[in-house]
């Protein structure tokens, strides 16, 4: 990809975003020692391959594929935190939030990235 980011950039990407749109949701992660990105950054690396049903997986790899860019990657995850927001400040343990975050078979991605 042309302008294509490397994972260290699409994770400060992914970083600002969610700061932006759920700061409260930041500090509340961070607070209960659960980096946002902790959770995260697996599901960029693998491109949500594994987590996502196999046609949101490819959805998803369509627009990467339009944008010639991986930023929808960090803008999914991003998106998929705010959509879970309720869950994950009531959340009090990494363990948690891990186990809430770690099922994203019923996300569809079209809607997430509106």
């Known amino acids: ?19 932006e749109v759920e700061p409260e949701v930041c500090w509340h992660l961070q607070h209960i020692q ?11 690396a693998r491109a949500f391959v594994g987590y996502l049903q196999l046609e949101q997986v490819l959805l998803l790899w369509d627009r ?12 999914l995850a991003a998106a998929i ?4 927001r309720e869950i994950l400040l009531a959340a009090e343990r990494y ?11 019923q996300m569809k991605v079209a809607p997430l990235l509106q």
């Open 1 to 19: 990809a042309g302008g294509a980011p490397s994972l260290p950039s699409l994770c400060r990407a992914f970083e600002a975003l969610l700061q």
């Open 34 to 44: 659960c980096p946002p990105l902790r959770i995260a950054f697996p599901w960029m």
């Open 64 to 75: 990467v594929v339009g944008y010639d860019s991986l930023m929808p990657l960090a803008m």
């Open 81 to 84: 935190m705010a959509f879970r």
């Open 95 to 105: 363990e948690e939030v891990k186990d809430v975050m770690d099922d994203l078979s």
